[in-house]
């Protein structure tokens, strides 16, 4: 059977997953400040409130921490709460409830209940944002052990990915980054979901290996394109997922190109890309490189203002093709 599928934005995606979800399900829910009249602060939520009514579409007062409670709280009672931050920033007024209780009923309540909470948290650079609401803080969430944590860099996965989270049962942090939301790609009509565990190979290639997540998928698949014309064959794993990881993809990856860059845009010390390369190192992989590991991260600074700075803050194509060029040139 042929599923149809039409060119959406990565946000109408979004939208289409919660209006679907709500339909099927009469537990879920969405909270956040101004995601119900006003649209959401990046207009994903949109008309959902005139749709599903100011009962199951919750415009929360200004507390992070208190919204976030609450969201834990109807999870545990049955609910399906998908709470969304304004910016992921604003989690960290919120992670008593993420970290020690969302995270860890499940475990100290020796499995007798389960918290089917999803937290959407837009991020990452290129607005011009500033410092405290342009950080990419995937790896901070991701180190902690009972949340799933993932991150769609398509319209398709960011729909499917999310389907999921909200019918997952433990919580999931679902990671958007802010310049996706206009982005365009196909995405089936119907209800689907997608893993919250597997990598993709975006682009096969035979020579080296790129490790990218969210953003840096497009920019490495662009530096994919250029480094093809210099007859460098450069395959893009997109991530999806950071936790779990599909350690498996990687190492396949890497078993059959030998070399490995890591492009990431949070900051490059403690990152995502640190613990691709550690998975790595500690594999069968690590015999067959013919070259050092290369992580290209964030610069170790504050988001800046300006926007030549905060371009030059975080990875760029230029700098993508760089790294592959050291990478495959100097290091066999």
């Known amino acids: 059977m042929t599923v149809e599928s039409r060119e959406l934005s990565y946000a109408q995606a979004i939208q289409e997953a919660l209006a679907m979800a709500m339909e099927r399900d009469e537990r879920v829910f969405l909270m956040g400040e101004d995601i119900g009249v006003y649209g959401g602060a990046f207009q994903v939520t949109g008309d959902l409130v005139q749709r599903f009514g100011e009962s199951r579409v919750i415009d929360t007062p200004i507390s992070e921490l208190g919204g976030a409670g609450v969201a834990v709280g109807a999870a545990l009672l049955g609910r399906r709460p998908v709470f969304e931050f304004q910016f992921s920033d604003f989690a960290t007024l919120a992670m008593e409830q993420i970290v020690n209780q969302a995270a860890k009923l499940r475990f100290m309540l020796g499995g007798k209940v389960s918290v089917p909470l999803v937290m959407r948290l837009p991020g990452g650079s290129g607005t011009g944002a500033a410092a405290q609401h342009s950080q990419s803080l995937e790896a901070w969430l991701a180190h902690v052990p ?22 997952d049962p433990d919580p999931v942090m679902f990671f958007e980054h802010k310049l996706l939301y206009k982005m365009k790609g196909p995405v089936p009509e119907g209800y689907y979901t997608e893993p919250l565990h597997e990598a993709r190979v975006r682009r096969a290639g035979g020579q080296v290996t790129i490790a990218a997540n969210s953003i840096m998928v497009h920019k490495a698949l662009e530096a994919a394109e250029q480094l093809a014309r210099e007859n460098i064959s450069a395959e893009v794993i997109d991530l999806r997922s950071l936790r779990p990881m599909d350690y498996g993809t990687l190492i396949d990856s890497v078993s059959k190109t030998t070399r490995l860059v890591c492009v990431y845009e949070g900051t490059k010390q403690f ?12 594999s069968a992989a690590f015999y067959r490189l013919d070259a050092p590991i290369l992580r290209l991260g964030g610069a170790d600074c504050p988001l800046p203002y300006n926007p030549d700075l905060e371009r030059a803050a975080v990875p760029q194509v230029p700098d993508i093709v760089a790294a592959v060029q050291q990478t495959v040139r100097g290091g066999a």
Do not use: Y
């Open 146 to 167: 009972g949340l799933k944590v993932v991150q769609p860099s398509t319209p398709h996965d960011a729909k499917g990915m999310l389907l999921a989270a909200i019918e």
């Open 271 to 282: 990152g995502i890309g640190t613990e691709v390369s550690a998975a790595i190192a500690e």
